[in-house]
């Protein structure tokens, strides 16, 4: 069974930092993508970041975000993280982490992900 377990979420004043975390289990395969997205209320659902397990590189598709945002990978824990500097108050949303199978080319599109985590709140505020 496929999972993906989002933790690492919480309050945080602005400038402040916070790290994702995404644990995956049940893959069956080694050749994936995940990517980190995030939803504000009253809004749609975005593609924040991109690593695939080929080593094609990393993605940030948000353009508020580069150079605040790193997305990583630790194989020995299954885990994707996604380290959140400078914290601004527009990064506020509930923050997901999903896959795809069978593929090494990032996407920022939701509808390219088959499996989702449940989410993990992310708020910015004084």
């Known amino acids: 069974q496929v999972q993906l377990v989002e933790s690492g979420g919480g309050l945080v004043q602005p400038g402040g930092s916070l790290r994702l975390s995404c644990v995956v289990s049940?893959?069956?395969?080694?050749?994936?993508?995940i990517g980190w997205f995030r939803q504000a209320p009253g809004k749609e659902r975005e593609g924040v970041s991109c690593i695939s397990s080929s080593d094609r590189g990393t993605y940030y598709y948000i353009d508020s975000v580069k150079g605040r945002f790193t997305i990583s990978r630790d194989n020995a824990k299954s885990t994707i993280y996604l380290q959140m500097n400078s914290l601004e108050a527009e990064d506020t949303a509930v923050y997901y982490c999903?896959?795809?199978?069978?593929?090494?080319?990032?996407?920022?599109?939701?509808?390219?992900?088959?499996?989702w985590g449940q989410g993990t709140q992310v708020t910015v505020s004084s």
């Open positions: 049940g893959f069956p395969t080694d050749y994936y993508i």
């Open positions: 999903a896959t795809r199978f069978s593929t090494s080319w990032c996407s920022a599109e939701s509808a390219d992900y088959k499996y």
